[in-house]
């Protein structure tokens, strides 16, 4: 119902005649209802048509109006409500940095205000426990390692800077953190609040979108907001509608087995399996580095995180059509079981969700960091060698950028706590692209090869200023003929190309650089920014 005399007049400007019937108060039914997104603290995206949406009493009158600086009648829309009361709109393009509230007004129902209301630049970030960790270090199997004094100091430091950074924006960085679970079909809502950054609760924020975002504001003078939807140890086909799964060759695979999976996991292993996990964590200590045993596998049911369209449909569904700047994007060794599979669904991802949002928005991702102990071979593949090639394929879509994480993980822990650089390298791609600030943005990428006699000549893209970091020897690369063993390589930089050999390969014929989970790496640009790591023989099979 309309609040008092204040919003029924507005009302007169919509040629809504209410001379014609008594002018009393109506029991309100309170039945106008908002998205979580859309509340109070919410950053709104600036210089672009506003999604506003909503449920009230079906067939009711709805009328959406910004109020605040810099904001004008013309701010507002009018939208009925359907036959199950839902409605929507979009408000007129309003400019970074205006500020006030939104009103929204009802025939039908109580009438809501959303209070300190921002424009800014919002942006949604997404994937397993690598956006998930959080600056003060991540709890539970996946996180900040306790025993390890460096990863401990490094963490402290992290969190004291990040505490200033809070204390000094202006304004304040605003967050939003999605806490629903996943769903068996698309929800309408998904849980959570907004929440004003400061030196008491950052240490809460995703670390990589907390660097990212004070990065591009410190850089812009705009305000920065974050949308951070994520949950650990998921592959990507979780993020992902049953539709387009069933549309892509792949994703067909992964459904097929799913529902083995789902077949197998009988209520008898069900209960046993639970009966394991309660027995092993009874023996084994909180902190997962000092257990022992082999931990039992979680059951594999319909709630299980790691099943397809799950997290989608409850933790992203629910977010459209929210309006973006952009998303970013950390994920990819949750597939590690069928990593050949990953560049065409995770491709599958970044359409869905432009197709979802209904923009091709810029999508930016971090390329897998470094981990798992030291590397002694010239060649060690594994895994997630091989997604770190998969994840390339996202670069064949349009507006898209990868920010390299191959120098700063942990040989102990996969999930580092040294996030500042990955924010940043994240933010430079956003600040050449949307925001025309200068400098180089990219990793140095392979492009190709040729075979002069003996050496091996190696081009690249985003090349200038190629040089070995801190300077000494050119390490990582590794060479082989058509026959026998990979064997370390020697070589040097020339210009922008890097020319290798190996004087017992006399016929070379392949090259790979970082080619492991913890590769030695020693080229950059000269933005400071690691080479990607590449092979030449992507038909092989190893």
Not at 3 to 25: C, D, E, K, Q
Not at 104 to 127: H, M
Not at 288 to 299: M, S
Request: some cysteine.
């Amino acid at each position: 119902m309309m609040r008092s005399l204040r919003p029924i007049l507005p009302w007169f400007r919509f040629g809504i005649l209410f001379l014609a019937v008594p002018l009393t108060v109506q029991t309100a039914t309170a039945d106008l209802r908002l998205p979580a997104v859309i509340s109070d603290h919410a950053m709104i995206q600036a210089d672009k048509p506003v999604a506003i949406w909503g449920w009230a009493t079906p067939g009711a009158t709805v009328k959406v109006a910004f109020e605040g600086n810099g904001s004008s009648p013309a701010n507002s829309f009018q939208a009925v409500s359907d036959a199950n009361g839902k409605w929507s709109g979009q408000l007129p393009a309003m400019k970074a940095g205006t500020a006030g509230q939104l009103q929204i007004d009802s025939d039908k129902d109580a009438s809501k205000t959303i209070n300190d209301v921002l424009v800014g630049a919002v942006w949604l970030g997404g994937g397993q426990s690598n956006m998930d960790y959080r600056i003060s270090g991540l709890g539970g199997s996946g996180g900040l390692d306790a025993t390890n004094p460096e990863e401990v100091a490094q963490t402290a430091q992290n969190l004291a800077l990040a505490q200033k950074e809070a204390d000094a924006a202006t304004p304040p960085i605003r967050c939003f953190d999605v806490t629903s679970p996943g769903a068996d079909q698309p929800v309408d809502d998904v849980k959570g609040s907004w929440v004003l950054a400061d030196s008491k609760n950052v240490g809460t924020l995703s670390a990589v979108a907390w660097n990212f975002a004070v990065t591009v504001q410190n850089k812009t003078h705009l305000p920065v907001g974050l949308i951070v939807s994520c949950q650990g140890g998921t592959p990507v086909e979780a993020w992902m509608s049953q539709e387009t799964l069933e549309a892509i060759p792949a994703g067909v695979a992964v459904l097929d087995r799913n529902n083995k999976k789902l077949a197998e996991m009988t209520p008898e292993k069900v209960a046993q399996l639970e009966a394991d996990m309660k027995a092993w964590v009874a023996t084994n200590p909180s902190n997962f580095r000092l257990r022992t045993g082999k931990k039992p596998a979680i059951p594999y049911t319909k709630t299980y995180w790691g099943v397809p369209v799950r997290l989608y449909n409850g933790k992203i569904h629910g977010l459209q059509p929210y309006t973006l700047r952009g998303i970013i994007w950390y994920q990819a060794d949750g597939n590690m079981g069928n990593v050949t599979e990953y560049s065409d669904l995770f491709q599958g991802l970044i359409k869905e969700w432009r197709t979802d949002w209904k923009e091709q928005l810029p999508f930016y991702f971090v390329g897998l960091n470094n981990m798992w102990g030291t590397n002694a071979r010239p060649v060690d593949t594994n895994p997630v060698c091989i997604l770190r090639e998969q994840q390339y394929g996202g670069l064949k879509q349009p507006a898209t950028g990868i920010a390299s994480a191959i120098d700063v993980g942990s040989a102990t822990n996969p999930h580092y706590p040294n996030k500042k650089p990955v924010g940043e390298r994240l933010a430079g791609l956003a600040l050449r692209d949307l925001y025309n600030q200068p400098g180089q943005a990219n990793s140095p990428m392979y492009q190709s090869f040729t075979v002069e006699a003996n050496k091996v000549r190696l081009k690249f893209t985003d090349a200038e200023g190629l040089r070995i970091r801190g300077g000494g020897s050119l390490i990582g690369f590794a060479i082989r003929g058509a026959t026998g063993d990979w064997v370390w390589a020697n070589g040097d930089i020339e210009g922008q190309d890097i020319v290798v050999s190996n004087d017992q390969i006399p016929a070379p014929t392949a090259v790979r650089y970082a080619w492991a989970p913890n590769p030695p790496i020693s080229v950059e640009n000269g933005a400071g920014l690691p080479l990607l790591p590449f092979r030449t023989d992507t038909d092989s099979k190893q």
